[in-house]
């Protein structure tokens, strides 16, 4: 075993969200914080790594563009996916108080998230190129008037105090991570509730969709999950991602597929992989929300 095999690979700096993600499942593994999500995929082809954890989307900010693009060029392979629930502390120099500060950088989509508390302190947001980064720079700079948005984890990685807890907008703030690796690990059928991640073609004409989609709505399959892509640049032609409920080998999804490939291009299977526990969570929550329970 070498080093690279005990190590998992993010994007971003040392106390980012997926930095908190990567403890929370392995945190047996060492990280590997990256510039970029490219380097993190690189990273992991290249055996510098043997894990990636890569966020896809977010309940507020919604999809994380960068990455579907590059999913579909890359030879890694889902095999697990992970909700982390993002919970933002306002962070401060050692000794800070909250009267003190006048400016808090942080990412856009953290500043966005946070918008009621800055307001209601009547704080200036500064738009950083993320989180953690912002952390690391509010501890470089020791100024009190600067403060950031990011996580626990940084705060304690930089040794910033925290001044608010918890002061996002949306008490679901959650991101949906995926976990990468050179080799598939298909779990076997029937061994608990599965997903199944795919990306395929369809031209842009009539009832394409449609009829590429008909597989899983005759075989009882749930997609749990649909986006399109425009590939590139044309309006001729899109690329969708889906996430299904169940495994390959499963015939309801055996079929959908057939007939999805009948009628779809260069469809291709991302992984199979346990759905994670908050699936169930989720959807319980929302029926007793609508009153369905």
């Not at 392995?26 to 490219?38: A, K, Q």
């Not at 507020?60 to 579907?68: I, K, Q, Y």
């Not at 108080?97 to 953290?110: C, I, K, T």
């Not at 029937?190 to 075989?219: C, D, M, Q, W």
Request: aromatic share 6%; hydrophobic share 45%.
């Amino acid at each position: 075993m070498t080093a690279a095999d005990n190590l998992i690979a993010f994007q971003g700096n040392p106390g980012a969200y997926s930095h908190m993600a990567c403890r929370q499942v392995h945190p047996e593994m060492d990280v590997l914080p990256c510039e970029s999500f490219e380097d993190v995929f690189q990273a992991v082809e290249g055996g510098e790594a043997r894990l990636a954890m890569i966020p896809i989307e977010n309940s507020v900010a919604g999809r994380v563009a960068d990455v579907h693009h590059l999913m579909p060029h890359s030879s890694l392979h889902i095999v697990g996916e992970h909700f982390l629930r993002v919970q933002h502390q306002l962070l401060g120099a050692p000794g800070a108080r909250l009267g003190d500060l006048a400016e808090v950088h942080s990412h856009v989509h953290a500043l966005g998230q946070c918008r009621a508390a800055l307001r209601e302190h009547g704080l200036k947001p500064v738009v950083h190129a993320d989180t953690a980064g912002a952390a690391r720079d509010v501890a470089v700079w020791n100024d009190r008037s600067k403060g950031a948005i990011a996580s626990a984890l940084a705060a304690e990685i930089y040794g910033l105090d925290i001044l608010l807890s918890d002061i996002e907008d949306a008490a679901h703030n959650t991101t949906r991570f995926v976990i990468l690796d050179r080799e598939p690990r298909v779990p076997a059928p029937g061994s608990g509730p599965l997903v199944t991640s795919l990306i395929f073609h369809v031209r842009s004409v009539p009832a394409a969709l449609y009829k590429a989609l008909g597989g899983f709505a005759t075989n009882g399959v749930n997609l749990t999950k649909l986006e399109s892509y425009m590939i590139g640049g044309a309006f001729s032609a899109a690329q969708f991602y889906a996430d299904a409920e169940g495994h390959p080998d499963d015939r309801p999804l055996q079929l959908a597929l057939e007939e999805l490939s009948f009628f779809a291009r260069e469809v291709r299977v991302l992984g199979t992989y346990p759905a994670h526990p908050y699936r169930v969570e989720s959807e319980r929550l929302a029926a007793q929300a609508a009153g369905d329970d």
